[in-house]
C-alpha cells in the first residue's frame, strides 16, 4: 500500500463516482449501510451527491482515504444537529473496500472523523452497527462504550433482519 492519505471529499464527477463504486461494492458484500442489493451504480451516486451537498453546507464531513489515486474507504461525520444538541455528532458510513481490508484503513478514517470532530467543537461521538457482520470490535477497540441492542432494527442487504449496536464515546477536553 502506497502513503494513505486522509481528506476531506467534494463533490466532482470523479469522487462521485468513485464513493458510488465503494458503496455498490460494500451493499453486494453485505454491509449493512442503509441500502438493499443489488444496488444500481445510479442510486449510490444520488446518495453521493446528496451526501456531498450537505457536506459543502456544513452539515456533515465525508472523509476519504486515497491510496495513491485509489479511493480505499470512506467515512461520513455528520454534524447537522438541533440547538440543544450543538455538542454532539455521529459517525455514519464507514467503508473500506473489499480488497483494502484488514490493513488499518478504516482505523485511520475514525480517528480523522473523531478529530475533526474535536475541531469542530463537539465533546461527544455517537453511532451505530449491525449486530451481525458490523463492525463492534473495531468500536470498541477505538473506545467507544456499547449502550445497547435494538433487536430487528435494519433489513441486511440481502434480506431478513438485524439488530443494531448503539455506541458512543466522549472526545475532546471534556472526555
Given at each position: 500500500m502506497n502513503s494513505l492519505e486522509i481528506r476531506a471529499l467534494y463533490d466532482?464527477?470523479?469522487?462521485?463516482?468513485?464513493?458510488?463504486?465503494?458503496?455498490v461494492e460494500t451493499v453486494a458484500a453485505g454491509g449493512s449501510v442503509s441500502f438493499m442489493h443489488p444496488l444500481s451504480p445510479d442510486a449510490a451516486?444520488?446518495?453521493?451527491?446528496?451526501?456531498?451537498a450537505a457536506a459543502a453546507r456544513g452539515e456533515r464531513a465525508v472523509l476519504g482515504a486515497w491510496d495513491g489515486e485509489t479511493l480505499a474507504g470512506t467515512v461520513t461525520l455528520l454534524l447537522d444537529y438541533p440547538p440543544n444538541q450543538p455538542h454532539r455528532a455521529e459517525?455514519?458510513?464507514?467503508?473500506?473496500?473489499?480488497?483494502?481490508?484488514g490493513k488499518g484503513i478504516a482505523t485511520l478514517?475514525?480517528?480523522?472523523?473523531e478529530q475533526l470532530a474535536v475541531e469542530r467543537g463537539r465533546t461527544l461521538l455517537v453511532l451505530d452497527t449491525a449486530s451481525e457482520d458490523g463492525a463492534a470490535g473495531l468500536y470498541?477497540?477505538?473506545?467507544?462504550t456499547l449502550t445497547g441492542e435494538?433487536?430487528?432494527y435494519a433489513l441486511k442487504p440481502h434480506g431478513g433482519l438485524t439488530g443494531t449496536l448503539i455506541y458512543w464515546k466522549r472526545i475532546g477536553r471534556d472526555r
Open positions: 466532482d464527477a470523479t469522487t462521485s463516482g468513485m464513493l458510488a463504486e465503494l458503496l451516486l444520488e446518495f453521493w451527491r446528496k451526501s456531498l459517525i455514519a458510513k464507514l467503508m473500506t473496500r473489499l480488497d483494502r481490508r478514517l475514525m480517528r480523522a472523523a470498541e477497540k477505538l473506545g467507544f435494538i433487536p430487528d
